[in-house]
């Protein structure tokens, strides 16, 4: 354990071996139906024994020295080492009331060596005592941030271990592999166990695995998108009804609608959730040539915004002849939506267009809107078809992830280029297995770690 705690930032490392026990309102603030104040450290079942007699029972909760009783609560201990965090573990599950939860934290910090748990310093206890690997750790990170429903699902799937253990069969494989190829080096042809044909197998595994992490590396970013959220961007002339649709889709005047042409100037964006699907719609300025120095930067960060959307619509008004630069715009990923259908005087225009799909609405009177709607999620969702083609589910979720994934690929690309030199060979493995083994993360993990925490609520 030494070896990677040696790293860790000078005020993570006197946390760590400080054997001080924490404690935090694990639960949210303020006013609830119970409040669970979570205890954690050599001190824990000391600070039970000191506050009630209780071991999950419902029993009351008295100050240390005073004795006065602060609540009635019921209390539930977590021996060591099955717990979350690997040490004891004691709850107080309290009622949900700023003065109990107060009066409980106040009496906890009269007991010697207990102070407030930093954030995200359960977690991080969880990891020094092996209970996660930073997968995991990022994967409670993802939990504790996610929105949707598809979003829970994929953070729960990294925790379980799942995703880890993929890797960490590859980078076992790539060791087995290195064995191999260091065993030439010192034995060469001398050694009758280190035969050509076993070596052979040795270069055949390299190169299955080389295609495999290939294979997973060009998944679109699907896990990426899932997790951040799918970026759709609404496009068209001035006056079409972009802000409009926005405003229909948003259910709120999210952005100002007027007939005045080039009203909206800025991106302006709203999240929604379709169909357990995390999606950020960006309102953008209306396309067009114009010499109003405001009004071409809104044009310009609306092909910004075009360029970087995972899908687009074009907004276009029923009854205007298309503009040519509005329809360069549609591509496979656009959904075109002919709005104001309502003075279309029932004549929906017939488009050549190469776009996704064609979908004729009507933001004011609302009609095509929930078609048009089902449309949109149907096509968020086919971003992430085939997610679950690959046996394992295996998405990749983070840039961190794939960066080292992308290194151990080059790494095996040059040990393929030549796998009869056997040191460079074996170098060459090393050098792969480093960078497969910095996702589960016991090498150079500080940093990370000190960003993850960060973001972590107290008490988690
Ligand atoms: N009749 C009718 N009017 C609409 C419809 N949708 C939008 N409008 C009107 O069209 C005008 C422009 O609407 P906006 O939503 O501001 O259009 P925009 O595309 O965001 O405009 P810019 O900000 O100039 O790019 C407003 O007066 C809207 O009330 C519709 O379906 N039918």
């Known amino acids: ?96 009331s700023r003065p109990v939860v107060t009066g409980v934290l106040q009496a906890l910090s009269t007991i010697p060596s207990c102070r407030p748990a930093e954030p995200g310093e359960f977690t991080e206890r969880a990891f020094d005592n092996h209970k996660m690997d930073l997968m995991q750790v990022e994967g409670l990170a993802d939990l504790l941030n996610s929105e949707t429903e598809a979003q829970r699902k994929q953070a729960l799937h990294q925790i379980s271990g799942s995703v880890g253990q993929v890797y960490e069969d590859w980078r076992l494989t790539l060791v087995r592999c290195m064995a191999h190829a260091e065993a030439n080096i010192d034995f060469g042809d001398d050694e009758d166990d280190v035969t050509d044909a076993a070596y052979d197998a040795v270069v055949d595994k390299v190169r299955e695995l080389h295609a495999s992490i290939g294979r997973h590396l060009a998944d679109g970013r699907r896990g990426e998108i899932l997790r951040n959220g799918v970026q759709v961007a609404i496009l068209g002339a001035p006056n079409a009804g972009k802000s409009s649709l926005l405003n229909v889709l948003a259910r709120r005047d999210a952005a100002i609608v007027s007939p005045i042409a080039g009203t909206t100037r800025d991106i302006v964006q709203v999240p929604l959730n379709l169909g357990g699907y995390p999606v950020t719609l960006s309102d953008t300025a209306g396309i067009r040539e114009t010499d109003d120095v405001i009004e071409k930067e809104g044009v310009q960060r609306a092909h910004k915004c075009r360029a970087e959307a995972h899908l687009k619509i074009l907004v276009v008004d029923a009854n205007d002849t298309l503009d040519p630069s509005v329809v360069d715009l549609v591509d496979a990923n656009t959904i075109v939506v002919l709005n104001k259908l309502d003075l279309a005087a029932n004549q929906i225009p017939q488009l050549a267009l190469q776009a996704a799909a064609m979908c004729p609405i009507s933001c004011v009177e609302g009609t095509g809107v929930d078609a048009f709607l089902q449309t949109l999620q149907a096509h968020v969702k086919n971003l992430f078809a085939g997610a679950n083609d690959d046996a394992q589910g295996l998405l990749i979720t983070r840039e961190r992830h794939r960066t080292h994934l992308q290194d151990c690929v080059t790494h095996l690309k040059s040990f393929l280029e030549h796998p009869y030199e056997s040191e460079l060979a074996a170098e060459d493995l090393r050098r792969a297995i480093q960078s497969i083994g910095r996702i589960v993360g016991r090498i150079d993990v500080e940093d990370i770690l000190d960003v993850l925490f960060r973001d972590f609520c107290i008490g988690k």
Not at 4 to 28: E, K, M, N, P, V
Not at 43 to 52: I, K
Not at 66 to 91: N, Y
């Open 1 to 96: 354990m030494q070896r990677w705690i040696r790293g860790r930032s000078a005020a993570s490392a006197a946390r760590y071996f400080s054997q001080d026990t924490i404690y935090a309102l694990s639960s949210a603030e303020g006013r609830a139906g119970v409040a669970v104040v979570r205890i954690s450290g050599p001190m824990a079942d000391t600070c039970l024994a000191q506050m009630t007699t209780a071991r999950a029972v419902v029993r009351n909760i008295h100050h240390p020295s005073t004795k006065e009783v602060l609540d009635s609560a019921m209390a539930i201990r977590f021996p060591q080492p099955k717990s979350f965090t690997g040490e004891d573990i004691v709850e107080l599950h309290l009622h949900g």
